[in-house]
């Protein structure tokens, strides 16, 4: 059981370049989210989903962009990369509304510079 | 508006000693979860408890307890008998059940466990 995954697991941008975090859960997890966290903090909830087709802003989504097109899938996208978004970007699952943990993902570790 | 305050960024403790790590939150939903992760230096996220905010008991898994007062608004963790394998950075959760079901976190606690 692959549980939720992300790739790529490391990545350096260029200030402006672009790229997608990919997280794929194998769960039929409703809810997907993603967070950051920068070295020594907590996670900062960036956007999440409770559903295929529904996505919503967390406390930090400036930057970037979420499309949830299956249950399985839920990209994270980031235009024109800033040095303020270097950071370990953390995908999570969870089964439904209220019950229990999520599951999260390894993290990829993004640098910009 | 939700928060979560862990007032402690660190702690040492020496092995075999029972930890608490302070956790606070604060919420106007009557219905949330409370959760607690660790996150050790590979840098995973690693579920420890959960406590839904209607359980009338404490939650436990094995070493870890979660001491939940309500009226405090506090939902402490508990390592009982703590061994090298704690160290770690622990983070404590919120998730509001009838708002937007969203999950916030703490800033975490870095635990030190000494031999």
């Known amino acids: 059981n692959a549980g939720v995954t992300q790739t790529p697991k490391f990545r350096i941008l260029k200030i402006g370049q672009s790229m997608t975090l990919q997280c794929t859960q194998d769960?039929?997890?409703?809810?997907m989210y993603w967070y950051r966290q920068d070295p020594g903090m907590g996670l900062k909830l960036i956007y999440y989903?409770?559903?295929?087709?529904?996505?919503d802003k967390g406390e930090v989504p400036n930057g970037y962009n979420v499309s949830r097109s299956t249950t399985e899938d839920f990209p994270l996208r980031l235009e024109l990369a800033a040095p303020s978004q270097t950071s370990v970007y953390f995908c999570?699952?969870?089964?439904?509304?209220?019950?229990?943990?999520?599951?999260f993902g390894p993290g990829t570790r993004l640098t910009v510079t | 508006a939700q928060k979560i305050t862990q007032t402690q960024p660190g702690m040492f403790v020496q092995e075999k000693e029972a930890v608490t790590l302070d956790c606070t939150y604060d919420?106007?939903?009557?219905?949330?979860?409370l959760f607690w992760y660790k996150q050790p230096s590979s840098g995973e996220m690693i579920f420890l408890i959960y406590?839904?905010?209607?359980?009338?008991q404490n939650a436990t898994e094995g070493r870890y307890s979660l001491n939940f007062q309500k009226a405090r608004k506090s939902a402490n963790l508990v390592i009982s008998a703590s061994q090298l394998g704690d160290s770690a950075m622990y983070f404590c959760?919120?998730?509001?059940?009838?708002?937007?079901?969203?999950?916030?976190f703490g800033k975490g606690t870095r635990l030190h466990i000494l031999p």
């Open positions: 959760a919120m998730r509001d059940l009838n708002r937007d079901d969203k999950i916030i």
């Open positions: 989903s409770v559903g295929a087709g529904i996505t």
């Open positions: 999570a699952s969870s089964y439904s509304k209220g019950l229990g943990e999520q599951y």
């Open positions: 769960m039929n997890h409703n809810y």
């Open positions: 919420t106007s939903d009557p219905s949330y979860g």
């Open positions: 406590q839904g905010s209607y359980d009338q």
